[in-house]
């Protein structure tokens, strides 16, 4: 794919998915621009890859990073932090709340922000989850957030045409976020993942950058999700 002469914004570039993306747009020889929310973690963004601080659960910080924008070809939203697990009776509100604050609230209120930016020939990729549809016991949480997102983007498909909107939906992806779990415990559910799914594999962060990349490049493809789970959709 060849990127070239298109600028990138990746929304959660410093880690995990984003920042394979950022790596990969790179490569497709794309000025890449990527967020993170502080110093030290944009320290981390790959060789080449411009730096701009945002944190999407502040309205302020988003309205300073689309003034620091003139363009955009095409936005990636790669970001959450709260998660929402468990099952639906141990789930309370506060947790369900935090979970979209901390990811649909701030893909939207980005989206706000940037789409007079965004060229014509451009697009938006929001990165959601295969919970949304895989109808797991102990996910409603990140069904509703991602869900959410989903159905969304299909509508901003056409409202932001002819800019194009698609999402991702990864499946288990070994990033950082599980960068918190004991080594044994990660292992164990990385494992165990891996041998429910059709694919015999949990993901890397490339496998989803690659078809993020897609998303971008290719001119036919909007109102689109694009399942990148290892058949996480298909498994039970
Ligand atoms: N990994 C999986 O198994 C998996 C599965 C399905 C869906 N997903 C989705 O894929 C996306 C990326 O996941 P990942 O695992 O690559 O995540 P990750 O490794 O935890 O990285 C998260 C990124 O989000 C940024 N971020 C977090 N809170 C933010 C905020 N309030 N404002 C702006 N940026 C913020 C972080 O930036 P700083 O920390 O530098 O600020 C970081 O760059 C997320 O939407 C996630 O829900 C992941």
New binding site residues.
């Given amino acids: 794919m060849n990127l070239t002469a298109q600028h990138v914004l990746i929304?959660?570039?410093?880690?995990?998915?984003?920042?394979a993306t950022a790596a990969a747009a790179r490569a497709a020889g794309a000025r890449v621009t990527a967020?993170?929310?502080?110093a030290a973690?944009?320290a981390n963004l790959p060789d080449g890859v411009a730096g701009l601080r945002?944190?999407?659960?502040d309205p302020a910080s988003v309205a300073a990073l689309a003034d620091r924008l003139d363009g955009v070809d095409h936005l990636v939203l790669?970001?959450?932090?709260a998660?929402a697990w468990g099952p639906f009776a141990d789930l309370g509100e506060p947790a369900l709340r935090a979970a979209f604050d901390?990811?649909f609230w701030?893909y939207w209120r980005v989206i706000r922000a940037l789409a007079a930016k965004l060229s014509a020939t451009g697009s938006v990729t929001l990165?959601?989850?295969?919970?949304a549809r895989a109808a797991l016991p102990g996910t409603s949480g990140l069904a509703a957030v991602n869900g959410a997102l989903e159905a969304m983007a299909r509508v901003l498909a056409v409202e932001l045409a002819p800019r194009r909107v698609n999402t991702v939906s990864?499946?288990?992806?070994a990033?950082?976020?599980y960068a918190g779990l004991p080594d044994e415990a990660r292992a164990a559910m990385f494992a165990a993942t891996a041998a429910r799914l059709p694919a015999g594999r949990v993901?890397a962060?490339d496998d989803i950058a690659q078809v993020i990349l897609l998303a971008m490049a290719n001119p036919f493809l909007t109102g689109s999700t694009l399942d990148v789970d290892g058949g996480a959709h298909l498994a039970r």
Avoid: M
Avoid at 170 to 173: F, K, R, S, W
């Fill in positions: 929304v959660g570039g410093t880690r995990g998915i984003g920042r967020t993170g929310r502080s973690s944009l945002l944190d999407f659960t790669s970001a959450s932090d998660v901390a990811k701030g990165v959601t989850g295969a919970a990864p499946g288990l992806t990033t950082e976020a993901g962060p």
